[in-house]
């Protein structure tokens, strides 16, 4: 089967990087055969240029472009796909219309956080606009599914999978150490962007706590964005040495691995809440425990005691004793490191996500009655 994949961008991004690993395994099936149509000329993740792909870029010359809906259309005209699957919301607004009139599945795989449900007025467009235009529409976790209020027909849950492989054969901690100038036993690292739905204003905070009584420690954020001065301008000049910003690096798991806790807090007066985040898989995978709150789809993938700590939204205190246990309770900390590594393995592998992705292409196709005849079009 030929799948149309448009996505708004490839910038740097764990959607985007989500898009890439399903693209790569795509690629390697001989079942079905991609197509990507990017509305930008941002590609952060090269590899996918690399692939056995026809990749076809139609920049917008404004955010709002409505010769894009055109262009699209074109486009989809002459791959003459399957089904057609949106990556984000700026393209399902521009791809849905499309497939609609050619009579194509249309898959939107926009629901990326399980934002608060009084935050919902703030999606007029997304109700409005994608829902009445998606056969089904994918959420990475349950409990977005449900703060959306996605119609039971139209919603499946599709987690986020993690290629293992990216977390085999890096380098040694000490390079990684000496590269960052890193020399505390201990690290604690937060890996999100640095932007007001991530909370590094909490992670400030908590990292000056901790710092005024211990120094074997230093507190590392990997990230970039419009915050990070303001951010930066927070630390005490008491803690300059224990609190490290990194910017945005690309070999996230090499610093991971360096992490003793790795912690991840939203930031919910924004009204954001994770889905299934990829820093957390990231954690995971090195065998680091997850210190994080229990809102969105955390819970979804952190055992509560098990894999890491789960803590309640915007309850620093408790966030910090979290952070504090684990310091000072290395083989617990290390189990439960290894117990995320194996929930990882289990659950959350790129292939089951795939798999699932295909699974829901011939399902859609069945419904509809559209099959190969699609093409034809």
């Known amino acids: 089967m030929r799948v149309l994949f448009v996505s708004d961008t490839l910038a740097l991004g764990g959607r985007q990087r989500q898009l890439a690993e399903l693209l790569e395994a795509i690629d390697a099936r001989d079942d079905v055969t991609a197509f990507l149509l990017l509305l930008s000329d941002e590609v952060f993740y090269r590899r996918v240029l690399d692939l ?4 076809a870029r139609i920049p917008r010359r404004v955010r709002q472009d409505p010769a894009v ?8 005209r002459a791959i003459r796909p399957d089904v057609v699957q949106a990556c984000d919301r700026m393209s399902a607004v521009y791809a849905l219309p499309t497939a609609k009139r050619l009579g194509l599945p ?12 009084q935050t919902r007025s703030r999606s007029m467009v997304f109700h409005r606009l994608i829902v009445p235009w998606s056969d089904m529409i994918v959420g990475n976790s349950e409990a977005g599914l449900r703060a959306y209020c996605i119609p039971p027909e139209k919603a499946i849950c599709i987690r986020n999978g993690y290629d293992l492989g990216r977390a085999d054969g890096l380098p040694s901690i000490e390079s990684v150490r000496a590269r960052f100038g890193i020399t505390t036993p201990h690290v604690v690292g937060m890996v999100a962007a640095m932007e007001p739905r991530k909370d590094y204003e909490a992670f400030v905070r908590i990292a000056g706590h901790i710092l005024d009584d211990r120094t074997d420690v230093t507190f590392v954020g990997v990230g970039d964005g419009p915050t990070r001065a303001s951010i930066e301008a927070m630390v005490q000049d008491r803690h300059r040495g224990g609190i490290r910003f990194l910017g945005a690096q690309g070999d996230v798991e090499s610093i991971a691995q360096t992490f003793t806790v ?9 009204g954001h809440q994770e889905g299934i985040s990829n820093a957390i898989m990231e954690y995971m995978a090195c065998g680091v425990p997850v210190v994080s709150d229990r809102s969105g789809g955390t819970p979804e993938i952190v055992i509560d005691g098990e894999t890491g700590t789960l803590v309640e939204a915007n309850d620093l205190a408790e966030a910090e004793r979290a952070i504090r246990f684990l ?18 393995e289990t659950e959350f592998g790129v292939e089951q996500m795939v798999q699932q992705f295909v699974d829901l292409y011939a399902s859609c196709l069945e419904r509809t009655d559209v099959g190969s005849g699609a093409g034809k079009r």
């Open 52 to 55: 056995d792909i026809s990749i």
């Open 327 to 344: 310091l000072g309770h290395p083989r617990e900390a290390k189990a439960m490191g290894e117990a995320g590594r194996a929930r990882l």
């Open 262 to 270: 790795g912690l991840l807090l939203p930031r919910h007066a924004s």
């Open 69 to 76: 809906f055109w262009k699209v259309y074109r486009a989809c």
């Open 106 to 117: 249309a898959i939107s795989n926009v629901v990326r956080d399980g934002r608060d449900r």
